[in-house]
């Protein structure tokens, strides 16, 4: 467990000597912690691609100056590293701008199916390369209306399709199953359950409700050879809170994960 902190405040009271009161501040102590955690975590994660960045620099305006073979090749290591950042920034940003929205209630009509539609059709060349086949199984079709914020829907759906097709294993296939006017306990109303599930190798039970914390990886090697920036599952989960869902994660090793995003379903127009 967590050590409890204290913070003593002290009050004068009328008719003299002090009121003394002692408040639980151990949140107060873990989120400041939290957030040096996470500053350390963004510099090293910038840090990595910057310090590459600058050797190739140094590399191109001395020893490769005039081999053209070897500038090509650094060449293309840069731009892969500026794009690390790029990728890192922009999920920043996507978290930054979630939290700040934390609580505003989204309120236009999106079609969940559209949204999946659009996610599935933008990663297909990315599966194709992986060997993967990325199938819908929606047997009842049609609009599948939430209260939403579009593009963020749409960043979920994406987030959680892409890992399926970087972790599941080639030549399988990814599927992505929706349910309308289903219920769950968690929520009053008919939800609109999204899954996407994989064949991959699945997740040990240990790392699974770690996931979703930011830059947390079960295999960092792993991730960041897929051009992963390890805030995904963090921005899913932000989201999916926002919105007031639930976000499911199952697995089994060896066998494959299974994600569920459960949303509230608009209210009959
Ligand atoms: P990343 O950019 O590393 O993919 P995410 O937040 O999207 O970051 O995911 C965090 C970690 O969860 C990944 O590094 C990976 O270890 C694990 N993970 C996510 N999706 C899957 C999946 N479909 N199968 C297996 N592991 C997964």
């Known amino acids: 467990g967590h050590e409890t902190a204290w913070s003593v405040l002290t009050a004068p009271v009328a008719g003299g000597g002090v009121l003394v009161s002692f408040e639980d501040t ?3 102590v873990q989120a400041s912690q939290m957030r040096r955690d996470f500053v350390a975590n963004v510099s090293h994660e910038l840090r990595t691609p910057l310090t590459a960045l600058l050797g190739f620099i140094e590399t191109l305006k001395g020893a490769a100056r005039d081999d053209a073979a070897a500038r090509e090749r650094f060449l293309a290591i840069m731009e892969r590293e ?3 950042m790029n990728r890192l920034v922009s999920d920043l940003l996507s978290l930054s701008r979630v939290e700040a929205e934390e609580r505003v209630r ?6 969940v199916l559209r949204r999946v539609q659009a996610a599935m059709t933008t990663l297909r060349p990315m599966a194709e390369a992986a060997g993967v086949t990325i199938e819908l199984d929606d047997p009842q079709g049609g609009p599948a209306e939430v209260l939403a914020d579009s593009d963020q829907m749409s960043q979920v759906f994406s987030n959680l399709i892409e890992n399926a097709v970087k972790y599941g294993a080639t ?8 349910q309308r006017e289903a219920r769950d306990p968690g929520l009053r109303g008919p939800a609109v359950v999204v899954s996407v599930i994989d064949r991959g190798e699945g997740i040990e039970a240990v790392h699974i409700p770690r996931l979703t914390e930011r830059f947390y990886r079960v295999d960092s090697h792993r991730s960041r050879e897929q051009g992963g920036t390890g805030l995904g599952l963090a921005i899913v989960k932000h989201i999916v809170n926002r919105h007031r869902g639930r976000f499911r994660i199952e697995s089994a090793p060896g066998k494959g994960s299974r994600f569920t995003v459960i949303l509230p379903a608009a209210p009959m127009s």
């Open 106 to 111: 989204p309120s236009s009509r999106v079609d």
């Open 26 to 28: 151990t949140d107060l």
């Open 171 to 178: 030549g399988q296939r990814v599927t992505i199953g929706i």
């Open 82 to 84: 500026a794009g690390r």
